[in-house]
């Protein structure tokens, strides 16, 4: 009897013992588990931003090199006239290739410079062979940036003639128009943003 007694105070004590390691392990699964949610929580927790890709503010729109130049020119409050003599002028499908092309891109108070009558004229189809020449006189084939321009270079643009590159006191002038934003940066190529519209003469 009493060799039984001391048989089932054994297993009883073996049977708490295993219980309390049960309950020991649980609790440590579950102080695992909610450090690990926590873990994963603050790893979501990320900056919106971080994964934003990095480029040039320009009318209230972020220029992004992943898009072509008339992609970015199309998000620009600044440039919704000049969007509009491109699409006018076909020219939207020729700027949007491979490249790459450097653009001189007038903001709409550049095109409120030129007298109404005359831009009115040149947006309609009767004018659009002089538009074309006005526009492809704003671009360069190849990608020049700002350190790339010099005082006296002359480039050469897509509609034939050249434009002539000054600059003093730190300011980039292409003919008669201040770059007022440069390195506009896109997957064919660079935009520099100018204050007036160039005239081929």
Do not use: W
Not at 46 to 64: L, R
Not at 103 to 112: G, K, R, W
């Amino acid at each position: 009897m009493k060799k039984t007694f001391l048989t089932f105070l054994a297993a009883t004590a073996v049977a708490t013992i295993t219980l309390i390691s049960c309950e020991e392990k649980k609790t440590d699964t579950m102080v695992t588990t909610e450090e690990s949610t926590e873990m994963k929580d603050t790893s979501m927790m990320t900056d919106p931003n971080m994964n934003a890709e990095a480029g040039v503010m320009v009318g209230g729109s972020m220029m992004v090199p992943s898009k072509n130049i008339v992609e970015n020119a199309a998000g620009s409050s600044e440039h919704t006239t000049l969007v509009s003599a491109v699409t006018a002028a076909d020219l939207g499908g020729a700027l949007s290739g491979d490249g790459p092309f450097t653009v001189f891109a007038p903001t709409n108070e550049a095109f409120n410079k030129v007298p109404k009558a005359t831009l009115d004229a040149l947006m309609t189809p009767a004018k659009k062979a002089d538009l074309t020449k006005i526009l492809t006189y704003h671009v360069v084939p190849g990608a020049y940036r700002a350190a790339d321009l010099k005082d006296g270079q002359m480039l050469k643009t897509l509609q034939g003639k050249e434009l002539k590159v000054s600059i003093k006191d730190g300011k980039v002038m292409i003919n008669d128009a201040m770059v007022t934003t440069a390195d506009v940066i896109s997957k064919n190529g660079v935009t520099h943003v100018i204050n007036a519209v160039v005239m081929p003469k």
